[in-house]
């Protein structure tokens, strides 16, 4: 999920080729690959051209991100950069935020992927806005789609467990359309071809595109220049283009729309994550707002640990289901709001019948994650339509993960 400009990776080879001069033969290249991912062959695909544009060999180790019932935890990057493999291939940035995981950093984007608007063949539908009023749109449970449903109160939401629950809603016509992770309706396409066809267009909204880009440990900097270099090669003579093709996109410059979001991403990139660490100090000294008491917070509790503990874990921590607390929910870069999380949490909880809560327990439970977030009680009670509604900043206010 990541992007890159053709600037910056032409300012890339310059670097590296009067570091290590032209036609120099480098160390073998050394990555690692997610095997649940759908990228996974596009991302040895790129690699191995990488190590032939390098004149060199390619090792590559496996890894299952799909994790166990307590999930994937991100420290295994760490592990993985700096025991296994030089480069972690196709790790996901969104392009309007940050998110690496702690003490690595990433290369310029080499893609661009993200969620996708999923539509039958042949009806030419771009975007949401040119959806019918009343239609049944499928998205996948604790996705960012979730979130433009309110932006788009004309739609319904049809939630499913798994992309392939989505898409067969979609084949068999209980929905209009889909908002889906674009590599794995891709993956879908390649494993059914006899099935009804589906035309899929990027979706133009807050948190759909994200920059695909390769995880390193500092110590590997000199590897993860070389790559960029023969990167910037690769799609210099258009190689790129066909590897990425049709799971992502070459990475493009921010358009005029997405302003300070890219541009905060393509700092990031370049300088590590010290730009995060900086936003999180000064939204977190900011005062926060008290939207809920103490009392409510109590219940919250209760009722997150009988609907949302089996997924998310007794101290939220995370297991089958993300985390929700700590500064890797609650990233200010992200720029997410308490209604943005609330409408996830409203919609998608539980996992086995969304949306089925009474909706003060929704309040209730929300309320409680923002105290676990760090934010203070006060001595109003959060409703639901105000949860709804709020626009307070959600950021991370505790003092440890």
Not at 222 to 243: C, E, H, I, R
Request: glycine content about 6%.
């Amino acid at each position: 999920m990541k992007h890159t400009h053709s600037s910056l990776l032409r300012t890339v080879v310059s670097l590296a080729l009067c570091a290590s001069g032209i036609g120099a033969a480098h160390a073998a290249v050394s990555v690692c690959v997610d095997t649940s991912s759908p990228t996974m062959a596009m991302d040895k695909a790129i690699a191995a051209a990488v190590a032939k544009q390098q004149h060199t060999t390619l090792s590559v180790h496996a890894f299952d991100g799909s994790g166990d019932d307590e999930g994937f935890d991100l420290k295994q990057f760490n592990v993985m950069a700096t025991r296994d493999c030089q480069l972690v291939m196709g790790f996901p940035v969104d392009a309007s935020a940050s998110g690496l995981p702690e003490g690595l950093k990433a290369t310029a984007a080499y893609g661009r992927t993200g969620f996708v608007l999923v539509t039958p063949k042949g009806e030419h539908t771009p975007s949401l806005s040119t959806l019918p009023a009343g239609s049944q749109v499928a998205v996948t449970y604790q996705t960012t789609p979730n979130l433009y449903f309110a932006d788009y109160p004309k739609l319904q939401a049809d939630v499913h467990l798994t992309n392939e629950d989505a898409i067969e809603a979609l084949e068999q016509h209980k929905v209009s359309a889909a908002m889906l992770w674009r590599p794995a309706v891709v993956d879908w396409l390649n494993q059914h071809r006899d099935a009804a066809p589906f035309d899929y267009a990027e979706l133009d909204e807050p948190h759909a595109r994200w920059n695909l880009v390769a995880l390193y440990d500092p110590a590997n900097a000199a590897a993860a220049q070389a790559f960029q270099a023969s990167v910037a090669t690769l799609s210099g003579d258009g190689t790129l283009g066909k590897l990425l093709d049709p799971y992502a996109v070459l990475a493009t410059p921010a358009r005029a729309g997405e302003g300070k979001a890219n541009a905060m991403t393509l700092s990031l990139l370049q300088r590590g994550t010290q730009l995060a660490s900086n936003a999180t100090t000064a939204m977190s000294a900011a005062p926060a707002a008290k939207l809920y008491t103490k009392e409510q917070a109590d219940k919250g509790r209760a009722d997150y640990q009988e609907n949302c503990a089996q997924c998310h874990g007794d101290t939220l921590a995370g297991r089958a289901g993300p985390a929700l607390k700590g500064k890797h929910f609650a990233n200010p870069a992200a720029n997410f709001h308490v209604s943005d999380i609330f409408t996830i949490v409203s919609q998608n909880m539980p996992a086995t019948q969304p949306a089925s809560l009474d909706h003060q327990v929704y309040a209730d439970i929300m309320a409680f994650l923002l105290q676990e977030n760090g934010y203070p009680a006060g001595s109003k009670a959060l409703t639901f339509d105000d949860a709804k509604a709020s626009t307070e900043p959600l950021v991370y206010r505790g003092t440890d993960n």
